[in-house]
């Protein structure tokens, strides 16, 4: 490999990296105390992003066929909820 296929190499290498890795550094925030207590309450992990908590409720009583075959519940029958503070500490 020639100097220059290796500085693209290099260069796509690291692109790749940074593309990969910055949306989750960037999107990380700290889960306020309040968000932690809903957490621990019902026993599920969250997702806090834009001072919203979302919390993924997944469903195993349901039983869902489309023509005739069997669909997993997580492929968009499950519930969620999410809560954000409002005006004035509400």
């Known amino acids: 490999m020639n100097p220059i296929e290796?500085?693209?190499a290099i260069l796509?290498?690291?692109s790749a990296i940074y593309i990969a890795v910055f949306p989750?550094?960037?999107a990380a925030q700290d889960v306020p105390s309040e968000y932690q207590?809903?957490?621990k309450i019902v026993g599920k992990q969250g997702d806090y992003k834009a001072n919203?908590?979302?919390v993924n409720i997944p469903r195993n009583d349901l039983h869902?066929?489309?023509a005739g075959f069997s669909v997993p519940t997580p492929f968009g029958f499950?519930?969620?909820f999410a809560m954000t503070k409002g005006d004035g500490g509400e």
């Open 64 to 66: 869902m066929q489309i």
């Open 52 to 54: 919203v908590l979302k």
């Open 24 to 26: 989750l550094v960037s």
């Open 12 to 14: 796509m290498l690291l």
């Open 78 to 80: 499950g519930g969620w």
């Open 37 to 39: 207590q809903v957490m």
């Open 6 to 8: 290796r500085s693209k």
